[in-house]
């Protein structure tokens, strides 16, 4: 059997908990496969400094790591992915850094993990690079003489055309896409734009439903979701820690009913937004007040990077009039967190929440969506509200789905949540959990390496494509 190289910017040891979509969701799948997981180390080391290999082993998955020098850190990482694809990615041109020396040190950091990671390789791996950080990956392996199989998958959304198009550069990013032989994405809009790209700006014909052919190449893309593992997480749900954190928090919220929000400190989660729709819920339903707490969980995220910053002071600075203006001598509407709180506490905390407030302005799937449900008592299940711009919208059509940029549209649907009857929340979550089982990070794994397995090999003679 073929073994399978999974290659990330980030790496987590499957057998400690991460915060973060992909490191969760990939942990679950190495840990399920094994194989070899190779990715930057999170550690940066002085010029010159950079050349050496770490290899663990964690359990049946062999991690196998490289550093940066700041240089490269700075203009790979803080730059050119989340200075420039970031932000564009999520529809957000105007926060984009278009620094012409981030590229530079994007295309460096590809090639050194190219680089360090072809020697590891045997004839019959199969290869899957994850995210926006290594799209050249492939065309640099290529150009080292490496075979094999290679899929990518995109775990932020892809724009729609002309907004790809404002990415100086952006023909060699999306040709660079062609030296893979799968490429998924977590929506079917995604995929979409995709294919509007690449047959308006590229002139691609459409060889078959799926595949196309643009720079000498032709290339398959699919749709893939991610999910999540929804008996690991129900088992999270009853294991001590959860089941203490649940009962701590029904004990501490008796009297009201608690919203709960976790979500790494970004931009494209529409934090204010929610905050500010949480406002007029207080506002406009006198009723809520005294009765209504949200907890908002945002960890730390990118801090080196400015934009991340200035959300930081916009959220607590509307936190703080909040409980300034509504909050009691013995209740504050908020309860804000900057902190990274262990995935094995979330459970409980979900499970004593009666509704959940997921509702970033563009986001590629959102698990915390996943995971609030799967962590639900079935007999009294909380509910789910989500932004229609969520990746996990496309599935989750019986959460209480709103627009972000709305505001008083919001805050009617966090008070229609809230007000819902147990048969709606019963029929809802039932509805929601049954789609999570069917389509669960199993599923997701599975579908996108059989797609690989099966994607039609280039025909011989085709020359790789050169970046
Ligand atoms: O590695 P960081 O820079 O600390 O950021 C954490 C991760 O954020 C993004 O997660 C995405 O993947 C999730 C799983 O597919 C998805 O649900 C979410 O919508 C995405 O935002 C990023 O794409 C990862 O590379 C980062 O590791
Ligand atoms: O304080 C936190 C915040 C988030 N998470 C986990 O990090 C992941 C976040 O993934 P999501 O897809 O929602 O968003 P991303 O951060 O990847 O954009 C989920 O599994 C959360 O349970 C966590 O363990 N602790």
Redesign the pocket.
């Known amino acids: 059997m073929s073994r399978l190289v999974v290659i990330s910017n980030r790496v987590a040891d499957p057998r400690k908990?991460?915060?973060?979509?992909?490191a969760?969701a990939l942990a679950e799948v190495l840990s399920n496969t094994g194989g070899l997981w190779f990715g930057w180390s999170g550690k940066i080391v002085p010029e010159g400094a950079n050349e050496a290999l770490h290899t663990q082993q964690a359990g049946p998955v062999k991690l196998a790591t490289v550093d940066l020098t700041q240089a490269d850190h700075d203009a790979y990482y803080l730059g050119y992915s989340n200075g420039v694809l970031w932000p564009v990615f999520h529809y957000r041109l105007d926060l984009a850094d278009f620094d012409a020396g981030y590229i530079a040190g994007y295309r460096r950091v590809n090639q050194q993990f190219a680089r360090k990671l072809l020697p590891l390789l045997r004839p019959d791996d199969i290869l899957w690079v994850h995210d926006y950080h290594l799209i050249p990956l492939a065309a640099e392996l290529r150009a080292l003489g490496c075979k094999q199989r290679i899929g990518f998958f995109l775990?932020i959304p892809l724009p729609p055309p002309l907004m790809l198009a404002a990415i100086p550069g952006h023909d060699w990013l999306v040709r660079a896409l062609f030296a893979y032989d799968l490429v998924g994405f977590q929506s079917k809009a995604d995929l979409g734009h995709f294919a509007g790209y690449v047959e308006t700006e590229a002139h691609a014909q459409p060889v078959e439903p799926g595949r196309w052919r643009a720079f000498g190449r032709t290339v398959q893309a699919g749709a893939f979701p991610i999910g999540i593992d929804v008996d690991e997480f129900q088992a999270l749900t009853r294991a001590p820690e959860g089941a203490e954190m649940y009962q701590r928090m029904k004990n501490e919220y008796s009297r009201r009913k608690l919203l709960v929000g976790?979500?790494?400190l970004?931009y494209s989660k529409g934090l204010p937004h929610r905050m500010r729709a949480f406002r007029e819920l207080l506002a406009k339903n006198p009723e809520t007040r005294n009765s209504a707490t949200l907890i908002q969980?945002a960890?730390p995220s990118r801090e080196d990077v400015s934009a991340y910053n200035d959300i930081l002071h916009e959220l607590e600075s509307l936190c703080g009039s909040i409980n300034g203006n509504f909050g009691e001598l013995d209740w504050m509407p908020v309860r804000y967190m900057h902190?990274?709180?262990?995935?094995a506490r979330?459970p409980g905390l979900y499970r004593a929440s009666r509704v959940a407030l997921v509702t970033p302005l563009r986001?590629?799937?959102?698990?915390?969506a996943k995971?609030f449900i799967a962590a639900q008592d079935e007999a009294d299940p909380g509910v789910l509200v989500l932004s229609r711009f969520a990746g996990a919208a496309e599935q989750m059509r019986e959460a209480m789905l709103v627009n972000p940029y709305d505001t008083e549209g919001t805050a009617a649907g966090i008070m229609m949540a809230l007000q819902m009857p147990l048969e709606e929340r019963r029929n809802r979550h039932q509805a929601l959990l049954q789609t999570l089982r069917r389509y669960d990070v199993h599923w997701w794994c599975d579908g996108f390496l059989q797609a690989l397995d099966s994607a039609q090999a280039e025909e011989a003679g085709t020359s790789w494509l050169r970046l």
């Open positions: 908990t991460a915060a973060g979509g992909l969760v775990h976790v979500d790494r970004d969980i960890s902190r990274t709180v262990a995935r979330l986001d590629g799937m959102n698990l915390v995971e």
